[in-house]
């Protein structure tokens, strides 16, 4: 039974005559990793600060566990931790005293949270030094860790790997990935490195021109799914293997050099296999991808086009 | 409620946890003491604290007057001078010893009242549009505490600092006067012009009525500049405007003094202490009762127009 973190009803923002996002309807779950990808000016950012108050809404809803954040902002929001847009902290106090001032706000919340949270993003040798003084990476992490504070039943991550190295983002995606497993937490990242939300993913959903244009599992194998298996063949005589293909089973095949390319179901290659060793024809390689979450993306945006 | 002073404390602690707020302190701890190192060599403290004091004041006097007599066309020498004559024998008739003391320092630096009206303007001005600045307005509004809330903590703590730094000017001076000059006791008499002429009220009222006087137009030149700060997110803007007004405040009631509307003016009404002395008001029409309606709804104004603009709006990027 997944019980419905968050739930965007019909969500829509006018500045001025411009409608910016155009009705947004989708849930995300307790303890699902759902990312919010888009191309820039897509309206991510919009719809992040609608959910967390920010900003104002036209028309539709956000409810958090059932509570509006119109109606009843503060039952809703105690249930969030974000990082919207950079993740920005007092530049004259250090760390530690930027995550006691956060902490201070929530009642609730022990020294002993604080130094848990710390020891969670990894700033433990830096915590006491002035965030002024922070890289981009280290603002990040404490950005995630005042998120963390107040154990939120869902945490918001605006371009969370942002200015993080890579041992620094597969750290961060573990731990997002134990949130949600562990503590079933409903985790919201929004980014425009797709091969990131591939890897941090349970659930996407893409937004062009303020419009959630599709919402897709990441390891989606629904039989929809399995016609965009690709398949790379070598073979000689190449151009009686071209001629099997077409005749036993109806498929066009592009020609690249001396590799075939087409589109199948994963299932017949075997068959096709044995027909070309019954023919006598020399297979070299096969290789089988599965068309990868980009290419599903830019099929679905179009062309990166901003309006 | 304990959660409103979290707030406070939160504010608070971002104000003092900055060098810049102390590097004010140092500014005004500076003016004190070199106050006090300007009066201690320039001026005779002791003339009057013999047994004769009586007949230096008489002197002096005579000397008033010599000056009244050889700049006869002078209105403002003759008003001066006249003024202090009377005073002088006011002390000679109630037999009052003038003395030089930490009280009476403390009293000369209520002109310092206008450097903590300053500081606070720039502080006011700063509390709400640096957070716009920093960023870490997106932080405050995303926690179970309403706008409301916080934008009154941020006003509240304001006002909490505007105190002490008045408490330490307070402070400081007398503790600077005690050290150059003595103290003249636990709370003795000052002899000032009241309405009906001169009189002796003990210090320690007479400068909590002047400290406290200066606080009307403190109080409003901060919250002018924390509705400028709200409303545009501009502290420089703020602290700009509060300060111009707060200096050209008095220039603009006389240009607009034979309007009939001139008493509407919020600088008609800030100077409550004209009432005190029982003379005729400033501008026209104006009495305490008027004067504090009209501070009370300026008041009103200010802070509405901050809330209103803290509720509305939608905090977008920078």
Redesign the interface.
Known sequence: MTEVAMELIDLKKTIGKKEIIKGLSFTINRGEVFGFIGPNGAGKTTTIRMMVGLMSITDGDVRILGNSIKQNFKKAIREVGAIVENPEMYPFMTGRQNLLHFARMIPGIDKERINEVIAVVGLEKVINQKAGKYSLGMRQRLGIAQALLHKPSILILDEPTNGLDPAGIREIRHYIRKLATEENVAVIISSHLLSEIELMCDRIGIIKNGELIATQLVNDTTPDNINLTQVTLEATPINQAIDLLKTNYEIDVVQEGNQLIFQSEKEIIPNVIKTFVKHEIAVYQVGVSKATLEDKFFDLIGENTIE | MS?FF??V??EL??IY??KSTWAMYGILAALIIGGAILTNSFEDLDKYENDNWREVLQEENAALEQEIAEYESDDFILEINTSEIEKNNYHIENDIQPQYGAWQYVLENAGLLSIVSLLTIIIAAGIVANEFR???I?????????RTKILASKYVSVLIFALFTLLFVLIFSLIVGALFFGLEGMNPPIVIEQGAGFADVSAISHILSEYGYGMVNLIMMTTFAFMISTVFRNSSLAIGTAIFLMMAGNTIVSIFMEKPWAKYILFANTDLSQYASGGEPWVEGTSLGFSIIVLIVYFIIFQLLSWFFFN?R????N
């Open positions: 959660n979290q707030l404390y939160n602690n971002k946890i900055r920093w960023g870490t997106k932080l405050l509004l995303i926690r179970p505490i309403t509305k939608d905090v977008a990027g």
